[in-house]
């Protein structure tokens, strides 16, 4: 299974942006039941995750986040979101999807993130 995480750029501060990640390889019955969650991290800092979703649904956030971002996921295709409004320059980071777990283990290799900068 490969993540392939799409839909990050350049954007203003204040704008919105909408992240797609998908589970390239994984069929429904694998992906479904895996928590999955959004990350970021900035060069030279630990990586933090932003959002989690379970695999009834239910969603987490960092307070640093929390009202201005949404995590979403279409299991049938494989996919994950984050729908983030009113960006701030402090969202700039590289973006990644993986599972979650509270032991901090995942069930896939990291993949491609994508790279969001807002500008002030």
């Known amino acids: 299974v490969q993540l392939q995480a799409s839909g990050g750029g350049l954007v203003q501060a204040g704008g919105s942006l909408r992240l797609s990640c998908v589970a390239r390889?994984?069929?429904?019955?694998?992906?479904?039941?895996?928590?999955m969650g959004w990350y970021r991290q900035v060069p030279g800092k630990e990586r933090e995750l932003v959002a989690r979703i379970t695999s009834g649904g239910e969603t987490e956030y960092a307070d640093s986040v929390k009202g201005r971002f949404t995590i979403s996921r279409n299991n049938s295709k494989k996919t994950v979101y984050l729908q983030m409004n009113s960006l701030k320059p402090e969202d700039t980071a590289d973006y990644y999807c993986?599972?979650?777990?509270?032991?901090?283990?995942?069930?896939?290799?990291w993949g491609q993130g994508t790279q969001v900068t807002v500008s002030s």
């Open positions: 390889g994984a069929i429904f019955s694998v992906f479904s039941p895996v928590h």
């Open positions: 993986n599972s979650y777990s509270p032991l901090d283990t995942y069930v896939w290799a």
